[in-house]
């Protein structure tokens, strides 16, 4: 079975430093979708960043990059220059299964920007 | 950009009551999926549709039953509602359900408060 583990249930980081969110991933398929969404106490999930199992270069979107180690089965989110705004959940997931592909997400890092 | 959209935001019920929850996918997104969060915890997968055809079944209790509509919303129809069932539910939305690349877009959810 598929699994995602998000070891950090908290992080505290100044503002505009870099922060890097740990996720560690297990699954015995060869293809697979790995993806990070941002959950504001708001409620919403908001898709930030996702990196394919066979994308040879890490993924960037923005002030988002995922550092991809597929030997270690990581897929860390690195956030630069970090904002007050980016304080949230954030949670690694997973694509899996036939057809139309559920998602299996980690337990969550929260994390707080302190100004 | 069109977003995902949830109906009520907020809801309300009694134990034993019913409880009926919509979602209207992103245009042009034929696949929709159910997820559950329990407070302080990760998304859970209840359900998906491809084609207004169920796709996958997840953890979702027998009261629960979902369908998808010829204009692609859908909803999850909840009976016999219980304490445990008080979570954040979210609909999310794709396009290309079988491949490891879609991304599922999340509506804001409907948070499901059982007294």
């Known amino acids: 079975a598929q699994k995602i583990t998000q070891t950090q249930p908290g992080m505290f980081v100044q503002e505009k430093e870099a922060v890097t969110l740990d996720c560690t991933y297990d699954t015995s398929d060869q293809s697979y979708g790995l993806f990070w969404y941002k959950q504001p106490s708001s409620g919403e999930m908001i898709f930030l960043i996702y990196?394919?199992?066979?994308?040879?270069q890490n993924a960037t979107e923005g002030r988002y990059s995922l550092n991809f180690q597929k030997a270690r089965k990581s897929a860390n989110l690195v956030i630069s220059a970090s904002q007050l705004g980016d304080s949230a959940m954030y949670f690694c997931a997973m694509s899996t299964g036939r057809g139309a592909q559920k998602l299996v997400f980690g337990q969550g890092t929260r994390l707080t920007i302190n100004p | 950009a069109a977003g995902v959209i949830q109906s009520p935001r907020h809801l309300i019920k009694e134990k034993r009551e019913t409880a009926t929850l919509k979602c209207y996918p992103i245009p042009r997104h034929d696949t929709v999926y159910w997820y559950q969060q329990g407070p302080g915890q990760d998304p859970q997968f209840l359900i998906s549709?491809?084609?207004?055809?169920?796709?996958d079944k997840g953890s979702i209790p027998d009261r629960f039953s979902a369908q998808q509509f010829s204009d692609y919303h859908s909803e999850l129809n909840m009976s016999s509602l219980e304490l445990g069932d008080s979570a954040l539910y979210f609909c999310?939305?794709?396009?290309?359900?079988?491949?490891?690349?879609?991304?599922?877009?999340f509506g804001p959810g409907t948070r499901l408060t059982v007294l």
């Open positions: 999310a939305s794709s396009v290309r359900p079988w491949r490891e690349s879609d991304t599922q877009y």
């Open positions: 990196q394919g199992s066979y994308d040879e």
């Open positions: 549709f491809y084609e207004k055809m169920q796709s």
